[in-house]
């Protein structure tokens, strides 16, 4: 009732291959095209409920990615309605991360070419007799035996003097060779991670074995290679990449979980549901009333701060369940175990909250709230949780 006709036309999506050649983006064109035609866009809908697309738009000349989302009409099945708005800025963040994580694994394939050996050892299969050969000084200095018998009795028990004690439990039920030799049967090496104290410093290192065959006898051959330096990139590329990530799935204004972040939890409920492994859940959806007033009147600015507080009274009640800010004024919450459990109690308090703020002259905030059910997907129940959140804003006008 509140839309405005901007635009008219009588064949939509001929009229919209044309708008594509002229505003999207040359590398997204063909796949735009191909996509969004009225056959794939029903099939999608009536499936789950929505049809979403993300590609990128020629805003001023400059390449911008925009998702666009198209959903059927509340009381009029045989029209859509459809949305396009701007996920330029998480996208180019979730790029970002991507490269991290790309970086990261090229870092990793480089390293297994180039390994820095500080030692290696020959083993025979049959006595355990070892030979150690070209170690560096500094694990000379952990003055390990050079040659004898019982290699594996004697790992473990210098494992005692050399090895991190936090790692020393994992060598020692590693460091046997029916495991060794298991391995190497199974995947042709073997290979187990830890740290040494080398000067009392711990570093991280690789220890890795293989078969040969030396003059018909048969021996493995044990290196240890330094790879602290590799650990450690590893370890800062992952709390980069982690970091990349949550800032992709975090809304800038209230500081909770944002649309992509909601999107990419229902995907994986949806794999739940169709692999019958679902835990229960329910969905609250919550719409803050007389934001645009309040934008008209006071201007964005206090429109902002009616958002965070509206947050911050969602987030009280539901302390124990994600918060997703999925619109401009509209939030999301997905209730499981503790929450779920007390789900009913939580939203009485909530209404309760909500009646006491209106005859205050408050913050009102509708909501909505719909348990799974046996449902197809995500959608279906965010639905209810949506019919019913309207149902309880028209209420609160009429009161």
Known sequence: DELNIGYEGKDFFEDSKKE???????????????????????????????????????????????????????EDARHLILGVYNVDLQMRQRERAERVKEEL?????????????????????????????KATSDYESLNVRKSGQDFFARAKVKAEEVVHPEDIGVFKNSMNKEN????????????IKYRLLIGNVPRYVLLKATLLKEDGVDKLIFGIMDIDDEVKREQEYAINLAAARNKVNLDSL???????????????????????????????????NNLKETNDLKGHSAGDELIKTACSIICKIFRHSPVFRVGGDEFAIIAKEEDYDKIDDLMSKFLDINLKSQEEGGIVIAGGLSRFDGDECVNDVFKRADELMYENKKKLKEG
């Open 180 to 191: 060794v030799m298991h391995s190497i049967e199974r995947k042709g090496y073997f290979s």
């Open 105 to 133: 694994l090229a870092y990793r394939r480089l390293s297994a070419l180039a390994g820095n050996y500080i030692v290696f050892y020959t083993v025979d299969v049959e006595s355990e007799s070892f030979t150690e050969f």
């Open 254 to 288: 209230t500081g909770v979980k944002n649309k992509n972040a909601y999107s990419e939890i229902e995907s994986g409920i949806n794999d739940a549901i169709r692999d019958h492994t679902c835990a229960p859940f329910a969905i609250g959806v919550f719409d803050i």
């Open 20 to 74: 594509a050649l002229r505003f999207i983006y040359e590398e997204d064109r063909d796949v735009f095209i191909e996509q969004f035609t009225r056959e794939k866009i029903l099939d999608s809908v009536a499936k789950t409920g929505k049809y979403t697309t993300t590609y990128r738009l020629l805003i001023y000349g400059v390449p911008t990615y925009v998702n666009l989302k198209a959903t059927p009409m509340d």
